[in-house]
């Protein structure tokens, strides 16, 4: 069965980066792209960014260019999502999910940007 | 794009047919429109995709309706486990465009 499993919660301090992973089993990992949405405490869903998972190719959020960069290792069927910079607006849960309309969503990962 | 649930929120009895409405203040290529259902500590779940075509799995009390900037959720019969918030999304790979509405909340009344 298709699953997307992320790494676990993360707490960083301000101006550090973190780097999320999201392995994905039970298809082909280069079929379908990847997205990275996230959810502030209490708050909606925002669209972060989407990468290729075929050709690498990548398109991100306005608001986050220059602070995020997604990866993926087709050896090992894993996307990452790394946010330099933190703020304590990041806090937030991470998620990652598949294809265009998002059929599959990782379980999520808490991270916490806290002096 | 940018995308409008409104209203917030919903109070409803079980039993009841809610109707949510998404607006998008652009046209939507292609009905590149989702919904997506989510309760508190939970991922979201796919419900609709292509505006009306259901989710593996998702029961045939939900519908999804519309085109161009107008699109609705449909709730035929509220059942328990369907009070929750739900998102609806603009998708599109060509470019890559993905934009959420704020939600709206479907409460117990």
């Known amino acids: 069965q298709v699953q997307l499993v992320q790494s676990g919660a993360e707490v960083k301090k301000p101006g550090a980066s973190v780097k999320v992973s999201c392995k994905a089993s039970?298809?082909?990992?280069?079929?379908?792209?990847i997205t990275w949405v996230r959810q502030a405490p209490g708050q909606g869903l925002e669209w972060m960014g989407w990468i290729s998972t075929y050709d690498g190719n990548t398109k991100y959020a306005q608001k986050l260019q220059g602070r995020v960069t997604m990866t993926t290792d087709t050896s090992t069927s894993t996307a990452y999502m790394e946010l330099r910079s933190l703020r304590s607006d990041d806090t937030a849960v991470y998620y990652c999910?598949?294809?265009?309309?998002?059929?599959?969503w990782g379980q999520g990962t808490l991270v916490t940007v806290s002096s | 794009i940018v995308l409008t649930q409104s209203p917030g929120t919903l109070s409803l009895s079980p039993g009841e047919r809610a109707t949510l409405p998404c607006r998008a203040s652009?046209?939507?290529?292609?009905?590149?429109l989702a919904w997506y259902q989510q309760k508190p500590g939970q991922a979201p779940r796919l419900l609709m995709y292509?505006?009306?075509s259901r989710a593996t799995g998702i029961p045939d009390r939900f519908s999804g309706s519309g085109s161009g900037t107008d699109f609705t959720l449909t709730i035929s019969r509220l059942e328990p486990e369907d009070f929750a918030v739900y998102y609806c999304?603009?998708?599109?790979?060509?470019?890559?465009?993905?934009?959420f509405g704020q939600g709206t909340k479907v409460e117990i009344k």
């Open positions: 292509g505006a009306s």
């Open positions: 999304q603009q998708y599109d790979s060509s470019p890559p465009l993905y934009t």
């Open positions: 652009q046209s939507v290529s292609s009905s590149y």
């Open positions: 999910a598949r294809r265009d309309y998002h059929d599959y």
């Open positions: 039970g298809y082909t990992f280069s079929t379908y792209a």
